[in-house]
Structure formats: C-alpha cells, structure tokens
C-alpha cells in the first residue's frame, strides 16, 4: 500500500469515529487532489481557532477551487465544518475538512 493509501484508510476510520457521514469515495478523492500537502504534519490538519488559516482556507478552497463567492455563506460553512468536526479534536485532517466544507456548500461533484 503506497502512503497516500494508508492516510486513506486513516482518515476513513477517522471520519467513522466522529460520525461525519462521508462516503469512503469522497474521503478517497478529497485526499488525492490536496496530494503530497498530506505527507506534512502541519499542512495536513486545519486549525479552527487561527483564523489566517480559516481565511486561506475560504480563499484558495472555497472561493478559488469551489467557486462559491458568497462571503456571509463561506463563514457560515467553515464555522459548521468546525464545529461539526469538534472543538475538543485536534486533528482536523484537510481531507476531511475539504470534503465536509465541499458537502456544506453542496459542491461535492468538485471531486467527481
């Protein structure tokens, strides 16, 4: 298994254990677009309470990769994805933070 796949299978069970209601497909895709950022341990996580990362995640996922334009609508999603991945967890894995943001803003065929 190549280390892209074990990180698959990690962010799986990971999902599975927080309840996040993504399909193993999505998990798998959400990995591989974001590449080799999820082989570095600070890249591979989003922090909820620095928001300079929240704002690059709303400009160069949300806006630029997604195309939703809609600031007010932006925040609101990446406050849910927060919230729903847990203020107590500090491991909010990008994959599955992409792909929950992807699910919020109903722009999950990006990975299609």
Known sequence: MSKTDDKIVKYIAEAKKLGLNLSDELIS????????SIHKQDSETVSCTQQ???DTV???FAQKKLGVTDEAKVDAAIKKTCETMGSSNRNK???LFYALLAKELGKESIYA
Not at 31 to 36: R, S
């Open 29 to 36: 895709k959400a990995t591989k677009a974001l590449g080799p």
């Open 52 to 54: 300079s990362e929240l």
């Open 58 to 60: 709303k400009k160069n």
């Open 93 to 95: 894995y990008r994959p």
